[in-house]
């Protein structure tokens, strides 16, 4: 296997990036840790304080900026590349910033590690593979098709392409994970799950998109976490592992879990207009992750985690009370 000793983490101020950098300083005293995050509207430094200094240090800057790059890369022996303007809606509003910072600022790296031959992993999302029918009886495999539906997931499957071409081409030594929905604590109030909760706190009811019978495939992201580290340290180079742990539920059973462990009627929540060209279903067949690697989730009762999340957001009110405000404007302007 491949022991790094100094890992670049990029957007590791985000929340996976942020669970994962926590999870290394926790599982991985050894591995010192540059954390290399813009702080977007959606970086906080809070999501990685606490941790020793000696251990992980935060620089900040864009992944597009070359000239940071050629600083920092040098001085690792391995990217894990968190880095994305990551929520559809957004995407759909104004879609620039992801092409900016998902296909440039991923090649950007790819020509720093290329230069420098430093190991390099690449987070993507099963959104790349479009969607599946409700009653499908197939789920998303390493050999399904690219068939992205958003400027975010057409985004994302663009830099998985840079990222096998840069294998292919260059003999890159990269591996490419493509995940499912996560959920956990310091994820933004913008994504379903926190909205809901923080929403139901403040008094206010949650947002149904469509029917609700849109299916998600739920993760925790400390499992995220651990997939991650596996494929980094024991994956073969240039291969492709999907990330999942068999938890597709429907939207509407999710906030219908959320309302009745907060104490809350089962139908006190408000339908709202669809995501245009919002996804049916997405699933993983994470068959390969776990033959090859023999990697498991640990968290497998969803309803137990997300009563964990709860928890966290109650007791976190000053980290995310701020963006709340601003998040519920930009939703308010868009009709959701
Ligand atoms: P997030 O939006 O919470 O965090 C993204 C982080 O990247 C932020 O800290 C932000 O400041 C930083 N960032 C953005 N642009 C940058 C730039 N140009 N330079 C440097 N830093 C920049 O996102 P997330 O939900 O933690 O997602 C992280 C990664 O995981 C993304 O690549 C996303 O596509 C992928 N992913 C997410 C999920 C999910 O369920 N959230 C599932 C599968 C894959
Ligand atoms: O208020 C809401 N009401 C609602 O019904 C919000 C914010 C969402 N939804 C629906 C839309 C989706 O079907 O809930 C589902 C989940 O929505 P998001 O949290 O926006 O996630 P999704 O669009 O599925 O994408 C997520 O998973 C894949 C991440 O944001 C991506 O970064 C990742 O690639």
């Known amino acids: ?42 970086g906080n430094p809070e999501n990685i304080a606490g941790l020793p200094q000696s251990q992980v240090e935060l620089v900040v800057g864009d992944i597009c900026d070359t000239a940071l790059l050629n600083r920092l890369v040098p001085e690792c022996d391995a990217i894990v590349h968190f880095a994305a303007e990551s929520h559809n809606d957004n995407s759909i509003a104004d879609p620039e910033p992801f092409i900016a910072t998902n296909v440039e600022g991923t090649m950007r790296l790819l020509e720093a590690a290329r230069a420098y031959d430093v190991r390099f992993h690449h987070i993507s999302t099963d959104e790349v593979y479009g969607d599946l029918a409700l009653d499908d009886p197939e ?58 909760i923080t929403s139901i706190l403040e008094g206010m009811r949650p947002k149904l998109y469509g029917t609700g019978a849109n299916v998600r495939d739920w993760i925790h992201v400390d499992d995220h976490s651990s997939a991650v580290w596996e494929i980094l340290t024991r994956g073969s180079i240039g291969e492709t592992y999907l990330i999942g742990a068999d938890g597709e539920r429907s939207n509407i059973d999710v906030l219908r879990m959320i309302l009745r462990l907060m ?10 207009c669809d995501r245009p060209g919002h996804d049916r279903r997405y699933a993983i067949d994470p068959t390969k992750l776990r033959t090859e690697l023999g990697w498991r989730p640990a968290h497998t009762d969803f309803e137990r985690g997300m009563q964990g999340v709860i928890d966290w957001y109650t007791n976190h009110r000053d980290w995310w009370e701020p963006a709340k405000v601003v998040t519920e404007a930009r939703y308010r302007a868009q009709d959701q």
């Open 263 to 272: 104490g809350q009627p089962e139908d006190a929540f408000d339908w709202v």
């Open 139 to 196: 789920r998303f495999t390493e050999r399904s098709p690219y068939r992205p539906s958003s400027p975010y997931s057409a985004s994302k499957a663009a830099s998985d392409h840079l990222v096998r071409a840069w294998v292919r081409t260059y003999g890159l030594r990269a591996t490419i994970s493509n995940c499912s929905n996560n959920y956990g604590p310091y994820q933004h109030v913008e994504k379903f799950i926190p909205r809901q």
């Open 1 to 42: 296997g491949f022991r790094p000793k100094h890992i670049l983490v990029t957007g590791g101020c985000g929340f996976i990036g942020a669970n994962f950098v926590r999870y290394v300083a926790r599982n991985h005293p050894d591995v010192h840790v540059t954390v290399l995050d813009k702080l977007t509207y959606a």
